[in-house]
């Protein structure tokens, strides 16, 4: 070894360094590698993607070998800087070695090439693909003692092989990828796809017409009112009751009772011969399921039931669409019918808002896991119907209470949110 000379030792060196580099870097990359990327890439027969994968199926195997070839090239690397600095400088120049070795292999081996294999890692990862998958196959029966020795450790310590693989994103964790690809997936079609997520958490109750406001065909009305009401209709479809909505007898459209309106013999047997049966609901169905319920049934209405039989409101299938694609209006300078914006930067909201469509109109976050409307959330929070001018805090959301009856609020004032809470006061 003395004979060899000092330059040939310090480009030595120097190779060692390139090589411990390559180790690290793309160590880096195939670790930290997008794994959906990947896969997709390699359905599409992405020569690199493919040989990635491939290693990628055996993490144990390929992380043996990048470590097996990088320390034996950090201790080469070590032997070689002791016996310059022996040559150069005598014993008293070991230490001097090491510290110079440590910094040049943390800086120029591994903080550099892992930083820039962590930012560009398909770059690292795609082409040492092809070097390590002949470099697995020459020292495959070094590898496989090393995985060998490693599988008998987890087995002792009681880890499960595959307990580390990758996992499935959770609706959570798929929104937060989907909200975060930027230009890569337009605005509206983000917004669409979160809205698809979100079926599955929003329940009818969440969206359903209350039963207050449903509009029907009562049969005990006289026969010009219910010809009247007919008449003006904005909706396809009716409900045709007996009474209240509790004596439904079904669903009438439009479109099947405009011939007899027009010749002038409709009746109300008539009526209640065109009408399809009901199609009930029960509450705490999700917005997924009722969608396929829908579709499986061939119905675009329902009425939505509680455990006792009541209906407690209406959800159509133009409602669920409305999670996903946005309101359907042909104004889009329109937020909300409810909410009313004033000068002193406040929103004027009837209390018979849902609270979900508040929030998607005005990109607000008032709590939606209790009450669907603003007033079953004033009422919640203060346990009593308020008097006007009463005021108080809802997740930092300032309302004062502007309008009630004799049993609801009618009118709240909602002002920007803050960024601490207070007490409500009276």
Same mark, same amino acid.
């Given at each position: 070894?003395?004979?060899?000379?000092?330059?040939?030792?310090?480009?030595?060196? *120097?190779?060692?360094?390139?090589?411990?580099?390559?180790?690290?870097?793309?160590?880096?990359? /195939?670790?930290?590698?997008?794994?959906?990327?990947?896969?997709?890439?390699?359905?599409?027969?992405?020569?690199?993607?493919?040989?990635?994968?491939?290693?990628?199926?055996?993490?144990?195997?390929?992380?043996?070998?990048?470590?097996?070839?990088?320390?034996?090239?950090?201790?080469?690397?070590?032997?070689?800087?002791?016996?310059?600095?022996?040559?150069?400088?005598?014993?008293?120049?070991?230490?001097?070695?090491?510290?110079?070795?440590?910094?040049?292999?943390?800086?120029?081996?591994?903080?550099?090439?892992?930083?820039?294999?962590?930012?560009?890692?398909?770059?690292?990862?795609?082409?040492?693909?092809?070097?390590?998958?002949?470099?697995?196959?020459? *020292?495959?029966?070094?590898?496989?003692?090393?995985?060998?020795?490693?599988?008998?450790?987890?087995?002792?310590?009681?880890?499960?092989?595959?307990?580390?693989? /990758?996992?499935?994103?959770?609706?959570?964790?798929?929104?937060?990828?989907?909200?975060?690809?930027?230009?890569?997936?337009?605005?509206?079609?983000?917004? /669409?796809?979160?809205?698809?997520?979100?079926?599955?958490?929003?329940?009818?109750?969440?969206? /359903?017409? =209350?039963?207050?406001?449903?509009?029907?065909?009562?049969?005990?009305?006289?026969?010009?009112?219910?010809?009247?009401?007919?008449?003006?209709?904005?909706?396809?479809?009716?409900?045709?009751?007996?009474?209240?909505?509790?004596?439904?007898?079904?669903?009438?459209?439009?479109?099947?009772?405009?011939?007899?309106?027009?010749?002038?013999?409709?009746?109300?047997?008539?009526?209640?011969?065109?009408?399809?049966?009901?199609?009930?609901?029960?509450?705490?169905?999700?917005?997924?399921?009722?969608?396929?319920?829908?579709?499986?049934?061939?119905?675009?209405?329902?009425?939505?039931?509680?455990?006792?039989?009541?209906?407690?409101?209406?959800?159509?299938?133009?409602?669920?669409?409305?999670?996903?694609?946005?309101?359907?209006?042909?104004?889009?300078?329109?937020?909300?019918?409810?909410?009313?914006?004033?000068?002193?930067?406040?929103?004027?909201?009837?209390?018979?808002?849902?609270?979900?469509?508040?929030?998607?109109?005005?990109?607000?976050?008032?709590?939606?896991?209790? =009450?669907?409307?603003?007033?079953?959330?004033?009422?919640?929070?203060?346990?009593?119907?308020?008097?006007?001018?009463?005021?108080?805090?809802?997740?930092?959301?300032?309302?004062?209470?502007?309008?009630?009856?004799?049993?609801?609020?009618?009118?709240?004032?909602?002002?920007?949110?803050?960024?601490?809470?207070?007490?409500?006061?009276?």
């Amino acid at each position: 070894m003395h004979d060899i000379p000092l330059a040939a030792l310090f480009i030595t060196i *120097f190779i060692l360094i390139l090589l411990s580099a390559f180790f690290s870097s793309t160590e880096t990359a /195939m670790m930290s590698i997008n794994r959906y990327r990947l896969r997709h890439r390699a359905k599409m027969n992405h020569p690199g993607a493919l040989r990635v994968q491939a290693l990628l199926d055996r993490p144990d195997r390929l992380i043996g070998l990048i470590l097996l070839g990088n320390n034996f090239v950090n201790i080469l690397a070590s032997s070689i800087a002791t016996l310059i600095a022996l040559r150069l400088l005598g014993e008293s120049g070991l230490w001097m070695s090491t510290l110079i070795l440590t910094v040049v292999i943390l800086i120029f081996a591994e903080v550099t090439p892992k930083t820039l294999a962590a930012m560009y890692p398909e770059r690292f990862a795609y082409p040492a693909a092809y070097i390590y998958v002949p470099l697995l196959k020459t *020292f495959y029966p070094i590898v496989w003692l090393i995985s060998m020795i490693t599988n008998g450790l987890f087995k002792i310590l009681g880890i499960r092989k595959g307990e580390g693989a /990758m996992q499935q994103l959770s609706r959570d964790e798929l929104r937060t990828v989907v909200n975060e690809a930027g230009a890569l997936i337009p605005q509206r079609h983000q917004q /669409m796809l979160v809205g698809i997520l979100d079926l599955e958490k929003a329940t009818v109750e969440d969206i /359903m017409i =209350p039963r207050a406001e449903i509009i029907g065909i009562d049969l005990e009305d006289d026969w010009g009112t219910i010809l009247k009401q007919l008449s003006t209709s904005q909706h396809t479809r009716l409900p045709i009751y007996y009474n209240d909505i509790d004596g439904v007898v079904g669903m009438v459209h439009m479109k099947n009772i405009l011939h007899h309106h027009t010749r002038g013999d409709l009746s109300a047997e008539i009526l209640i011969q065109l009408a399809n049966k009901p199609f009930f609901v029960p509450e705490g169905t999700s917005l997924n399921n009722q969608l396929l319920h829908f579709q499986k049934n061939k119905h675009r209405i329902g009425l939505v039931v509680d455990e006792y039989g009541d209906i407690l409101g209406l959800v159509t299938l133009e409602d669920i669409l409305e999670e996903i694609v946005g309101k359907f209006t042909t104004d889009a300078s329109i937020t909300s019918p409810d909410i009313h914006k004033q000068d002193d930067s406040s929103y004027l909201v009837t209390g018979t808002a849902n609270i979900r469509e508040i929030n998607r109109a005005m990109k607000w976050s008032l709590p939606t896991d209790g =009450p669907k409307t603003i007033n079953g959330l004033v009422l919640e929070h203060l346990e009593s119907i308020p008097v006007p001018g009463t005021s108080l805090l809802i997740d930092h959301y300032p309302f004062e209470i502007v309008q009630t009856a004799e049993n609801a609020v009618k009118m709240v004032r909602i002002l920007p949110r803050l960024q601490s809470k207070v007490t409500h006061k009276k």
